[in-house]
């Protein structure tokens, strides 16, 4: 029997824990969106907005190869 890759596993996260894991506070967040400079943030209700765990990641491994390849 073949078995089929596995996709990885998605998570939502909300503003603080995003600003946390970043170090960025939320307006430089905002800031950064609006600029194009950080992913997008996903409307999940009518006052309930979140970020994909992963595009975030994505973002902060991008800033760590973006500093060592000075």
């Known amino acids: ?3 089929s890759p596995t996709k ?3 998570r939502f ?7 946390r ?8 967040i905002y800031r950064k ?3 194009g400079e950080f992913p997008q943030n996903i409307a999940i209700g009518a006052n309930s907005k979140v ?3 992963s595009e975030v990641i994505d973002w ?3 800033k760590i190869t ?4 000075q």
């Open 60 to 62: 902060m491994n991008d």
């Open 51 to 53: 970020w994909l765990e």
């Open 13 to 19: 996260i909300k503003i603080d824990e995003v600003s």
């Open 21 to 28: 894991v970043t170090a960025l506070s939320e307006s430089q």
């Open 8 to 10: 990885p596993q998605q």
């Open 1 to 3: 029997m073949e078995t």
């Open 66 to 69: 973006q500093h060592r390849n």
């Open 33 to 35: 969106m609006k600029a």
